[in-house]
């Protein structure tokens, strides 16, 4: 057949001969007012202008949650959904959302307050009426707990809202991405990359028995053009007889068409495993598509029952924006297994359950009232007795100082889903040292301005510029940076008023993955250097397209 659009009306004109599962309308950009297709994307607007999935009439566009949200695992409880996904080095860490479509999320708070050390890929389920969060911890400089190798810990809450547990450490080493199952013989499960199984005991906070090995994965042709083979990411489930096992393979960056969706059923989950007649699930084909890389899925009943993979994936031509969280509509064929119904992800298609108009998001703007930390912002790479130094509200933010510059100092981010956008602040400087406002990506790769109260720093590449700013030699400065789609600019000012434009522009589309060999993304950053400490007031965020 043609494209598509063609492939899946003729599916459901099949009448569910071809596939079972509730009806989905077919997407066309024609269904979006105004919208005729093959036009450039649109999105709704919300907060501080923030780009959002839902389109005001119904329908959607991916991405479900813009901005650097990996790896994310999705629980359905009743009628409600919880979403977490990947915080890497962030503390607090592990930001869960809630959702009754899907489509529109609102943060309810971190559940890791003091992590054990760099924590992603993680799996979060409910049994027996607990919340437990599965965290892979990957060894970091700054913590004393995780040194060698990969260790699977778990905390747990009575309430998915916390308190949440301190990090308990599960004893497994080696392995990553944890994903939970009950078993048919009624036993608790973990099964890890690789693929590797591992008992649990009944209240989910020890291994009872040692790891072995599970699954050797589906393997796609050696011509196909892949980072890595990387088999990861094992989330399960539970439909009828089967239990179906989702993968990914391929790595989750390197080229376009690399990263994946596979899936294997058994009737126990000792095995075997049956790998999809028509793997993989999911997979971009052509680097011309929207999104990139798309893989470490999970599969989730939404409200109507239709069904739906949530996983991550690159934005065309965005990397610097990270894995961003996509939803994606399948349904089952006649022979029980999975068939996804989004091609590319260009279009808009319907949100689950038909309504639009439900919160999303939050305010990335901060004018300091009260502590917005674990949600709006985060400590890079600090530890949690670091973290806790931080002081927000009254008005203003405290950030005491260390190192000689954002490659050693205090670092607080938060996320940006945006193609263009400008943030500024007001920064005061105290005593001696640096502070100052950057897009940061990590601590060998950022850019932007600082003061020393002699005069302006100016960073590009991760280094101090040759270039030398003439700023006035000021304590107090107001510093914005406008990133116009990947062409970044930096203003001043004394009084917030009348603006003076830095004298070097940058191209930052290279600031992503593929250059660092570190799974992070390019975002707005409030850092403090030195001996002193840095004072921020009226942070501001607002999107450009």
Partial sequence: MGGFDLDRRSLFALGGAALTGAALPVSVDAAVPGRMAKTAPQWGRGIDGQRKADLGNGWFRNPVLAGDYPDPSILKDGEDYYLTHSSFDAAPGLLVWHS???????????ALAHPAAIGFAVDLV??????????????????????????????????ITGPWS???????????????????????????????RVPLADDGLAAAGPVSHAFDGWKYPDEWVTEAYALEGPKLMRRGDWFYLVTAVGGTSGPPTGHMVTVARSKSVQGPWENCPHNPILRTKDASEAWWSRGHATAVEGPGGQWYFVYHGYENGYRTLGRQTLLEPFAWTADGWPRALGGDLSRALPIPGGKSGAPHGMARSDAFASSSLGTRWTAYGASPDEAARIAMGGGKLVLPGKGGGPG??????????????????????????????????????FLGMGITGAGMTSYRGGMP?????????ARRLHLRIVNERQIVTFFYSTDGEHWTRHGVRSEVSGYNANTMDDLASLRPALFA????????????????D
Avoid: C
């Avoid at 009754?100 to 971190?110: A, F, K, S, T």
């Avoid at 301190?166 to 994903?179: A, H, K, V």
């Avoid at 250097?529 to 450009?544: E, I, N, P, T």
């Fill in 529 to 544: 250097s030195g001996k002193g400490r840095g004072v921020f007031r009226d942070f501001r965020y607002r999107a450009l």
């Fill in 166 to 196: 301190e990090p308990i450490d599960l004893g497994i080493r080696g392995y990553i991405d944890p994903g939970h199952v009950v078993g048919e013989d009624g036993k608790r499960y973990l099964f890890l990359s690789g693929v590797a």
């Fill in 408 to 445: 050693d100092g205090s670092v607080l981010t938060q996320m940006v889903g945006d193609r263009a956008y400008e943030i500024s602040v007001t920064v005061d400087l105290e005593g001696e040292g640096e502070a100052g406002l950057l897009l940061f990506y990590n601590r060998r790769l």
């Fill in 126 to 159: 409910k049994h027996a009426g607990r919340y437990f969060i599965y965290i892979p911890f990957i060894p970091a400089p700054w913590s004393d707990k995780v040194k060698d190798a990969p260790e699977i810990w778990v905390i747990h809450a009575d309430k």
């Fill in 465 to 473: 510029m040759y270039w030398r700013e003439p700023a006035p030699a």
């Fill in 100 to 110: 009754r479509d899907l489509v529109n999320w609102v943060p309810v708070g971190p």
